[in-house]
């Protein structure tokens, strides 16, 4: 089942600050972040496991809530190359299944 | 090397033909995916190989086809597609389908087009 992202698009200055967020009505075993330049691939960003690791940028920052089946993505002091479209990806049954993105634009 | 490979770019096809699309890794990774991408959508699980074995089919249609000759390269066969079937395909690879859940690598893509 599809995991739930929010919001579905943001515009933000440069040096500004973003959350995306992402939740699940099941339970997870993790959240991956992926984002995508037009034209390009998905690039991995980050993997949040269940129990608290983390894999992933130091740069980018995210956290998840297994109670509640939500991740959320910080995107801090953004700069121009954070534009793009950002995936969470949901771990269930050994598969991924991606949410429907949230675009991201930033602007000098 | 963290590169994942994929050809053709671009292909064109009608709805009779026969095509394939190549995916090509060279990390060690053991496991392998197929997905699908229409404009402004998050790619769509197709196929997954672990160990070179087909491990999941998602209620793929039979006119795609996958095989996995070795570690390091996937296929996709193309049989009598439809029009609705134009999208990029993108194939991705990680270490393993543990629970350790391991970060997939993409490729580029094939934008594939059929008329």
């Known amino acids: 089942q599809q995991p739930v992202q929010s919001p579905q698009a943001v515009i933000l200055r440069e040096g500004e600050d973003a959350v995306i967020n992402c939740s699940s009505s099941?339970?997870?075993?993790?959240v991956h972040w992926y984002r995508q330049k037009h034209g390009e691939a998905p690039v991995f960003l980050m993997i949040?496991?269940?129990?608290?690791e983390q894999k992933g940028h130091e740069k980018i920052s995210a956290s998840f809530n297994e109670k509640k089946q939500q991740s959320s993505l910080y995107l801090t002091a953004s700069q121009l190359s954070y534009s793009g479209t950002y995936f969470c990806g949901t771990d269930r049954d050994y598969k991924l299944s991606f949410g429907a993105g949230t675009t991201v634009t930033v602007r000098a | 090397d963290t590169e994942v490979t994929q050809t053709p770019k671009h292909l064109v096809m009608g709805m009779t033909n026969k095509k394939s699309l190549k995916c090509e890794q060279h990390?060690?990774?053991?496991?392998m995916y197929w997905y699908k991408q229409k404009a402004k959508k998050p790619p769509e699980l197709m196929f997954v190989y672990s160990y070179e074995k087909l491990s999941i089919n998602e209620s793929v249609p039979s006119r795609f086809s996958p095989e996995c000759p070795n570690s390091s390269l996937l296929n996709l066969h193309l049989h009598a597609l439809q029009p609705e079937d134009s999208a990029l395909y993108l194939c991705?690879?990680?270490?393993?389908?543990?629970?350790?859940?391991?970060?997939?690598?993409f490729g580029p893509g094939t934008r594939l087009t059929v008329t």
């Open positions: 949040l496991l269940k129990g608290g």
């Open positions: 099941k339970a997870l075993y993790s």
């Open positions: 991705a690879s990680s270490l393993g389908r543990g629970r350790n859940s391991h970060e997939q690598y």
């Open positions: 990390m060690g990774h053991r496991a």
